[in-house]
């Protein structure tokens, strides 16, 4: 299957820093990406959807200034965490669709920890 | 609002026996269906899908159907593997959009 990759898998901060996580699509290109966000015993929450090219588009309550994306090639999308805060403690994860909509896989996802 | 459940956060079973995990939706406009198995600290791995336009779809052993009159579709193990310990999530999409509505997940355990 395809390969989606985040980078970096581990982050801890200081409340106030920036944080940026990385998702590629090593061996397709894609088009639109996904970053999610999970909380503990929760589900996997949309916070917004990639476009290459374009501006991202945010889920409801998703604040866009705080979580700035990037889709700035075909093969990657970046998430900026701004200053960030303790409850901005989570695992993130990113998805890349190759063709149709149900091919979309998943990276690892990125541990972060504010302190 | 979650569109998508899955009302048992956990389920147990013995090796060898079946493992049935249920999820259940409200949105009519959702025509496509997946389920992902995730093990802690990794993102999810597609394990089988299933279109509206089907009741059941079978891959190995992994079995999904789906009643659409009731808004509800299961996945079926047999048999169950100690391998198959995870978390599976249901998830849910449209053919207006790509992204995916996920239920909780149910935590699987099958033991020895």
């Known amino acids: 299957g395809a390969v989606v990759s985040q980078h970096p898998s581990r982050v801890i901060c200081k409340s106030g820093t920036s944080v940026k996580i990385e998702c590629r699509s090593l061996?397709?290109?894609?088009?639109?990406m996904f970053w999610y966000r999970q909380f503990p015993k929760k589900s996997l929450m949309l916070m917004a959807t990639s476009n290459e090219g374009s501006k991202a588009t945010y889920e409801q309550g998703v604040e866009k200034d705080k979580f700035l994306i990037n889709h700035a090639s075909l093969t990657l999308s970046t998430l900026t965490v701004t200053s960030a805060h303790p409850e901005d403690s989570s695992f993130y994860i990113c998805?890349?669709?190759?063709?149709?909509?149900?091919?979309?896989?998943f990276g690892p996802g990125t541990r972060l920890t504010v302190l | 609002d979650q569109q998508v459940k899955q009302n048992s956060p956990s389920l147990s079973v013995q090796e060898g026996r079946i493992s049935i995990l249920n999820c259940d939706y409200t949105?009519?406009?959702?025509?496509?269906f997946l389920w992902y198995k995730k093990y802690p600290a990794e993102g999810p791995t597609f394990l089988i899908s299933?279109?509206?336009?089907?009741d059941k779809n079978e891959d190995g052993r992994f079995t999904v159907f789906l009643n659409k009159s009731a808004k509800h579709l299961s996945l079926h193990i047999v048999p169950s593997q100690p391998g198959d310990s995870a978390v599976y999530f249901c998830?849910?999409?449209?053919?207006?959009?790509?992204?995916?509505?996920f239920g909780k997940g149910t935590s699987l355990l099958v033991t020895p």
């Open positions: 061996d397709f290109q894609a088009t639109t």
């Open positions: 998805s890349a669709i190759r063709d149709s909509y149900n091919e979309q896989f």
């Open positions: 949105n009519s406009m959702f025509d496509y």
């Open positions: 299933i279109s509206s336009i089907k």
């Open positions: 998830a849910a999409t449209s053919n207006s959009g790509y992204a995916l509505n």
